[in-house]
């Protein structure tokens, strides 16, 4: 089955980029938008930004300034960019398949799966 | 941008009973863009419902959604021991996608 996987690492230093990567494995990147959610400790979700497999991007205006989305098809990856964080940015992140679908008129949008997260901490 | 506010803010409620979770947008939404996830401590939300009143892939029909314009609901017919858990609606109607603070679902 489709599987997602976060990966980079776990601990960034204030003003510094955090940087992370998602697998896709079980399916092609390709044909699909890719979404970045994050969850500080004990709240609730935030959406950063997504990506077409094409590289076409829509980004958190809260975060756009700081925020790169980029996708590798020859890997079935794609990564995000955070920069000049603080100890804001401090949470779980979430890469999720991002379903744009369009049928009897209407339009739909929705995350159908989502890995299942990694904490990153800001902290010097 | 579009704020969500789910009420309330935790349920009380034991196993068998009927939970019912608002969802209410501070502008129209149209149905389809707004979906309906679940998380459990620990792990990733879960899709459960979109377009305001489909049932994701494999989620059971003691789920369901409805409503429109600026007011959604999600019921759960029939508590489960499984079902207590936070759950969040979300929209897709503008950018940037939102989401509501959370229901928080637990056992009385």
């Known amino acids: 089955q489709v599987q997602l996987q976060e990966s980079g690492p776990g601990l960034v230093k204030p003003s510094e980029t955090l940087s992370l990567t998602c697998t896709v494995s079980?399916?092609?990147?390709?044909?699909?938008?890719w979404s970045w959610i994050r969850q500080p400790p004990g709240k609730g979700l935030e959406w950063i930004g997504y990506i077409y497999y094409s590289g076409s991007t829509n980004y958190n205006p809260s975060l756009k300034s700081r925020v790169a989305i980029s996708v590798d098809t020859s890997k079935n990856q794609f990564s995000l960019k955070l920069t000049s964080v603080t100890a804001a940015d401090t949470a779980v992140y979430y890469c999720?398949?991002?379903?744009?679908?369009?049928?009897?008129?209407?339009?739909?949008?929705?995350?159908?799966?989502w890995g299942r997260g990694t904490l990153v901490t800001v902290s010097s | 941008e579009i704020v969500l506010t789910q009420s309330p803010g935790t349920l009380s409620l034991s196993p068998g009973e009927r939970a019912t979770l608002s969802c209410r947008a501070s502008?129209?939404?149209?149905?389809?863009?707004l979906a309906w996830y679940q998380q459990k401590p620990g792990q990733a939300p879960r899709l459960l419902i979109y377009?305001?009143?489909n049932r994701a892939t494999g989620i059971p029909d003691k789920f369901s959604g409805s409503g429109s314009g600026t007011d959604f609901t999600l019921t759960i017919s029939r508590l489960e021991p499984e079902d207590f858990a936070v759950y969040y609606c979300?929209?897709?109607?503008?950018?940037?996608?939102?989401f509501g603070q959370g229901t928080k679902v637990q056992i009385k």
């Open positions: 502008q129209s939404v149209s149905s389809t863009y």
């Open positions: 999720a398949r991002t379903i744009y679908a369009f049928w009897s008129g209407y339009h739909y949008w929705y995350f159908d799966l």
């Open positions: 979300q929209q897709y109607v503008n950018s940037p996608w939102t």
């Open positions: 377009g305001a009143s």
């Open positions: 079980g399916d092609s990147i390709s044909s699909y938008y």
